[in-house]
């Protein structure tokens, strides 16, 4: 990599600690890609109290990556306070992600996010080795708060702790390039939870789960689907003794239920939209 010295000819080091919604967002990737096209050497990890950066290059650089921070951070990133420093230098060449540092926490989770167009387009496209996978995810989408066990926000510290990833997957989330570089939910059928439909008396697993689910729906049956926050109960909405059973089933007479539809034009065929309206229900954090 190529060194770019300040106009005294002497490059500089600096600490950096960054807090606010920096972690399980792309944060880490986003800085390693910054950093790295700015010629810093240096390294970037997860701490108790959020993001620690430090950086070896040229004033002018540090300049550059500051105002970065504030124009071109990642959707999910939200930054709520910035601290740095001017440090001695430790001699790094290279700039790298580093495992995250013990300590005690206190730092912003992203509440779980909405499934994001590019991991739509896997899921629909036959031929993608997560087509109808329904845990597909990536550092823009996906599970987050509801999957953590402790902080610093890493794999080991989630639900999917326990998953150990593919090949495939383990290329994508090495990969600074690919937009699953450090997502730390990554996933796919060979390697990731996988959907099971259980009868709901007798415990035992139906065959294509998926398929199954709306044959059952579209018969009047009423499903409990294990989401990422608990459980919902759901009927199909046109069937009027499906409906009369969920009310009884959730000592529900009159209150409304909540309606589930496929996009935004099946929501405006049964109901008038404000424009703020519309936003809500299209984004990221529907």
């Known amino acids: 990599m190529r060194r770019v010295e300040d106009k005294t000819g002497q490059l500089k080091a600096y600490r950096l600690l960054v807090r606010g919604t920096v972690q399980g967002v792309g944060f880490r990737p986003f800085i390693y890609r910054l950093a790295t096209r700015l ?14 950066i430090y950086l070896e290059g040229g004033q002018a650089d540090f300049g550059r990556f500051l105002q ?9 990133a939200r930054v709520e306070s910035l601290d740095w420093l001017e440090v001695e230098k430790e001699g790094r060449n290279k700039f790298t992600i580093d495992r995250t540092a013990a300590g005690e926490s206190f730092v912003f989770i992203s509440p779980d996010i909405a499934t994001c167009p590019d991991c739509l387009k896997e899921i629909e496209t036959p031929g993608e080795r997560r087509y109808h996978y329904p845990f597909t995810n990536c550092t823009n989408c996906g599970p987050r708060y509801t999957i953590v066990n402790k902080l610093p926000y890493d794999r080991e510290s989630t639900t999917m702790a326990g998953f150990k990833m593919c ?7 090495e990969n600074p390039l690919d937009r699953r570089y450090h997502a ?37 049956k009423i499903l409990a689907v294990k989401g990422l926050g608990g459980f919902h109960l759901i009927c199909d909405p046109f069937n009027l003794q499906a409906v009369r059973r969920l009310r009884k089933i959730k000592q529900r007479k009159v209150k409304p239920l909540a309606l589930m539809a496929k996009d935004i034009e099946t929501v405006s065929e049964y109901a008038f939209l404000s424009r703020a309206e519309k936003d809500w229900l299209t984004s990221s954090r529907r």
Do not use: H, W
């Not at 010629?39 to 620690?52: A, I, L, M, T, W």
């Not at 090949?167 to 989330?173: A, I, M, S, V």
């Open 39 to 52: 010629n810093f050497g240096g390294y970037v990890k997860n701490v108790g109290e959020g993001v620690e």
């Open 68 to 76: 970065a921070l504030k124009d071109d951070l990642p959707p999910l």
């Open 167 to 173: 090949l495939d997957c383990l290329k994508e989330y």
């Open 184 to 220: 730390q939910p990554i996933a796919c059928p060979a390697c990731g939870p996988q959907l099971v439909l259980l009868e709901a008396r007798t415990r035992k697993p139906v065959s294509e789960p998926l398929a199954s689910a709306v044959r059952l729906v579209k018969q009047g």
